[in-house]
């Protein structure tokens, strides 16, 4: 195959993996906000809700699957498209967490304005793949290292609330924090997994 060809489909996968990594880390904040915003007495709306949530985790992972084993732009366009669907159904299910309206829908999805505007916002996801090492994970979060799943989980979920910009009146102005702390999170469940 001509080298071209196979570095604008390896641009292109590494684009659409990112923004799934966006999606997925988008989950875990939403996971933590249900877990705050629930009481006992609506205990079975949590359960439901951080089981579809969990259903898209798996979701995307399908599709990050298909992602890798894409070998043209054509089934890149299908992927991506699908990726648009299921993130529209997405937002639908956070309106409902976040008790907002939804989002404006957006024009129908375009694979080359998708990359092109990564490729602008490239600061924007400057902040994936900051964290070098478990420590500075745990520092991150604010505990000692080695500490168990359940401090972590509180500590991710403290930050998760403060940096959110639902919890802060539409602020943005803390996303990169926010990633940061999703980022370490990840990289500390996947360690406990390990």
């Given amino acids: 195959m001509d080298e071209d060809f196979l570095k604008k489909l390896g641009d292109r996968k590494g684009r659409l993996k990112r923004r799934l990594v966006e999606l997925n880390e988008t989950i875990e904040i939403d996971l933590a906000f249900a877990v705050d915003r629930y009481d006992d007495a609506r ?12 259903d898209y985790q798996i979701l995307f992972q399908k599709i990050l699957d298909q992602v890798d084993e894409a070998t043209t732009l054509a089934d890149l366009d299908r992927t991506a498209g699908r990726v648009s669907y299921v993130e529209d159904r997405l937002d ?18 375009n694979l080359a304005d998708f990359f092109s505007q990564f490729s602008q916002n490239g600061s924007e996801t400057a902040s994936h793949g900051e964290i070098s090492s478990l420590t500075q994970a745990y520092q991150i979060l604010g505990v000692e290292e080695g500490t168990g799943m359940t401090e972590v989980t509180a500590a991710f979920r403290r930050y998760a609330k403060e ?6 009146g539409g602020d943005r102005s803390t996303e990169a924090e926010l990633r940061k702390v999703v980022e370490a999170y990840q990289m500390i469940k996947q360690h406990f997994a390990d």
């Fill in 92 to 109: 639908e299910l956070e309106s409902q967490l976040y008790n907002r309206p939804r989002r404006k829908r957006r024009r129908p999805f």
């Fill in 43 to 54: 205990g079975h709306s949590f359960f439901t809700l951080e089981e579809r949530l969990q």
């Fill in 163 to 168: 940096y959110h910009p639902d919890a802060r």
